[in-house]
């Protein structure tokens, strides 16, 4: 439910820009780095959770790169009804605006999901760790994960 709900924003937010027309720069502009955005999370005018997210300009694996963090957590009522606790980070490459790597931990009805995702262009593969399970696919250059969607809508609106 929570992923849903994440993934649902995430389009909403990535809808509203303008596709990213083609040109000779960069494919997306560059992420707000303008602090944190909070955000409540309402369901028929009662308050469920909430959601902060935040980016910053850093250092990954020895390159300039964005650092996207979103946590979000249900209220003390909902939480006896149905608990969901979610933290998501995602590296984004400053130059090339592709995802370096990208992790969830979310929490939801008692049951724990650690996902994470990292980018080896080196090696031209994708190294993804579900639930402690590692699966390494080919991988082309390029795309965002739904994170960084998120903060790309957030610029174009």
Partial sequence: MAAAGLVALAA??????????AGAGPLLP?????????????YLGITCGHMVLSSELGNRAGRAA??????ARNSKFFNKIYRVDGRIESWVDAASLSTLSYESDI???GERKVRRYRIDAERG???AERDGKVKETPYQDG???PLAFIFRGRLLA
Avoid at 66 to 71: A, E, K, N, P
């Fill in 12 to 21: 909403a937010l990535a809808l509203r820009g303008d596709g990213g027309a």
């Fill in 125 to 127: 593969v994708l190294v």
């Fill in 66 to 71: 964005y650092h996207i963090v979103m946590t």
């Fill in 30 to 42: 560059t992420l707000p780095t303008d602090g944190p955005s909070l955000y409540k999370v309402e």
């Fill in 107 to 109: 929490t939801e009805k």
């Fill in 143 to 145: 795309g965002l994960d």
